[in-house]
């Protein structure tokens, strides 16, 4: 039976100390990027200060009323909550009208709209939550790993066809969680290097060395380099890695030597057959120990190289704009007119800004309209040009405090639904942080993705709300006995 705890008494007050701190600040930075000369007031509600005003008091509304709802409740409804929400992004994809390209905005009236993607994270982190809270749940085990990354990848599908690229990359943010949860490192190390085969294949694919693309020599060294760490660390055979190393070596002296005698060497078919052999060594080593690590890098080793001859397909299926935006980021090309247009400007107001800003509401870049989205996913430039390194610190300050806090509420929670849920909300607002400081400042493609608590948007800052106050709820629960 439980025992009655009132939630406004147990709850994490410098949680909402925070939250209150980073919605103010979101609301003034709001008002500075949409000012112009003739705005009158920052309560004024017919441009945007004035109705993120109004979407802010129905924010500490909706957090109110999350309050007094019994946390059992969330566990209880979690998988119908997800289902719902699973329902809702089939039927926007269905019959949403198009708004900038994409099918993810339902029209509730003709001036408010909502995204059911913003909210279908939260319901998601909860269903994944109930997963986890299962008697004898292991997710070690392969069945209640596939169910949980089905759970996570099914609203990324769906808000992918929805044409919502950026929302959708939001999701792989729960790879945190699982990591936390016990998911092998193997896993991030691969998404790691996923990553960096990305982009150095795609970056460096029009130059020629010896006949090969530069990208895919570049990439098949790298995948030897990491099959000896994932030999040593992960299947812990020091042997088997230091035959590799050796292997490799003398490859690396045979190419030497016969390029220094000018022999035409064909580098790219050189590299597969290293990498075949390779192969061929480790499932030797697998018929004498049948040790199911080294099979597990056999096949990591294949699936590099599979992806490694994908990376150009998928890359030149992506829209041309896409494929621009990512070849401006890797210094492919330059385009100061179109694709890069929004981080030139956004650099060069955060740059003009100096050590103490421009002040605010003296942001030239901003006040004459340079920068694109300047009061959503680009409202960090104005944070940046106004109040200078300094006033960006202390957002950063800010961010990195409520993550802190939220891993600290995370590890104190008696039973696994806690904890998994607030890793899942820890993780969701840290890859939004990243993700949009990140394209702001030239570091990360354009994806489109909020600034949770500054950006304009009702969606936005009612699903941070709704995701952060139902962890509190959880949280404000824990000494209750179920």
């Keep these: 039976m439980a025992r009655n705890v009132n939630a406004w008494k147990t709850v994490d007050k410098f949680t909402i100390f925070l939250y209150l701190i980073l919605v103010f600040f979101g609301w003034i930075s709001i008002y500075a990027a949409s000012y112009d000369f003739d705005q009158a007031s920052i309560f004024d509600f017919a441009e945007r200060s004035g109705k993120q005003l109004v ?34 992004l089939l039927f926007t994809f269905a019959f949403a009208q198009e708004v ?51 759970l996570v990848v099914l609203p990324l599908v769906i808000i992918v066809l929805q044409k919502e ?20 490192g193997l896993v991030l190390f691969g998404g790691i290097m996923a990553i960096v085969y990305f982009v150095l294949g795609i970056k460096y694919s029009a130059i020629d060395w010896l006949g090969a693309p530069l990208g895919e020599v570049i990439v098949l060294v790298l995948i030897c380099v990491a099959l ?52 061929v060594y480790l499932l030797l080593v697998y018929w004498t120990t049948f ?52 981080v030139n400007q956004s650099k060069i107001a955060i740059g003009s800004g100096g050590m103490w800003g421009k002040g605010f509401l003296n942001g030239t870049q901003t006040k004459l309209k340079y920068v694109p989205e300047q009061d959503t996913d680009f409202i960090f430039c104005t944070i940046g040009e106004e109040e200078g390194f300094w006033g960006s610190c202390l957002v950063l300050a800010l961010y990195t405090a409520l993550i802190l806090r939220i891993m600290v509420i995370a590890e104190r929670q008696p039973r ?30 354009v994806i489109g993705i909020p600034l949770p608590f500054f950006s304009y948007g009702g969606s936005s800052l009612w699903g941070f709300t709704i995701l952060l106050f139902i962890l509190l709820r959880i949280d404000a629960s824990r000494g209750e006995h179920f």
């Design 55 to 88: 979407w802010i008091g129905l924010s500490f509304i909706l957090a109110f009323c999350i309050m007094l709802i019994d946390a059992r409740m969330f566990e209880t409804y979690a998988y119908l909550i997800y289902t719902g929400f699973i329902i809702l």
């Design 100 to 150: 900038k390209g994409s099918r993810s905005w339902l029209m509730i009236t003709d001036t408010i709209r909502l995204q059911p993607a913003e909210f279908a994270k939260f319901a998601t982190a909860l269903a994944v939550a109930k997963m986890f809270n299962g008697y004898n749940f292991k997710f070690t085990q392969p069945s209640n790993f596939f169910k949980i990354v089905g």
């Design 165 to 184: 690229t950026g929302s959708a990359l939001v999701y792989f943010s729960f790879i945190l969680m699982m990591y936390r949860e016990g998911m092998t």
């Design 228 to 279: 000896i760490f994932i030999v040593r660390y992960f299947a812990e055979n020091k042997r088997v890695a230091r035959t590799l190393s050796y292997f490799y070596i003398l490859a690396a002296l045979v190419v030497a030597i016969l390029l220094l005698c000018k022999v035409a060497v064909p580098i790219f078919y050189v590299l597969m057959g290293v990498v075949a052999v390779s192969v």
């Design 291 to 342: 040790s199911s690590k080294i099979l597990v890098s056999v096949a990591v080793t294949i699936v590099s190289v599979a992806f490694m001859f994908s990376c150009n397909y998928f890359f030149n299926k992506l829209q041309q704009h896409q494929r621009t935006r990512i070849e401006v980021l890797l210094g492919m090309t330059e385009d100061l007119h179109d694709a890069g247009y929004n």
């Design 416 to 445: 696994p639904f806690g904890r998994v849920y607030a890793y899942s909300v820890l993780g969701i607002f840290f890859f939004h942080l990243f993700i949009n400081i990140g394209m702001v400042i030239g570091l990360c493609p």
